[in-house]
Nanobody, 127 residues
Framework: QVQLVESGGGLVQAGGSLRLSCAAS????????MGWFRQPAGKEREFVAA????????SYVNSVLGRFTISRANAKNTVYLQMNSLKPEDTAVYYC????????????????????WGQGTQVTVSS
């Protein structure tokens, strides 16, 4: 079992930055691909970014390319999402998720590929 706890959300002005962290319990974290998703109020949860188990491969939704960076520190059982040049449309609850199925990077934008989810952290970007 893996438990995921997100932190780092908050209120920021447009153009600002935030870094989200996701701390994982369990010794198997380093073997899991990890993803970040977000859910704006009243909308469906959507993919933001994913990273392979070793950090060697990443993928992003087009709308955050060049602004967001996903990374991980396996020694700390933590995955990060650095968010720069934030826009009001980035406002959402952000969730981290863990994939134990060894799914290919090309499928890590799909919610059902993930076994474990955090409770979410709110990010609000004011205009």
């Amino acid at each position: 079992q893996v438990q995921l706890v997100e932190s780092g959300g908050g209120l920021v002005q447009a153009g600002g930055s935030l870094r989200l962290s996701c701390a994982a319990s369990g010794r198997t974290f380093s073997s899991y691909a990890m993803g970040w998703f977000r859910q704006p109020a009243g909308k469906e949860r959507e993919f933001v970014a994913a990273i392979s188990w070793d950090g060697g491969m990443t993928s992003y939704v087009n709308s955050v390319l060049g602004r967001f960076t996903i990374s991980r520190a396996n020694a700390k059982n933590t995955v990060y999402l650095q968010m720069n040049s934030l826009k009001p449309e980035d406002t959402a609850v952000y969730y981290c998720a863990g994939n134990s199925k060894r799914s290919g990077l090309g499928t890590l934008d799909i919610l059902r590929e993930y076994d474990y989810w955090g409770q979410g952290t709110q990010v609000t970007v004011s205009s």
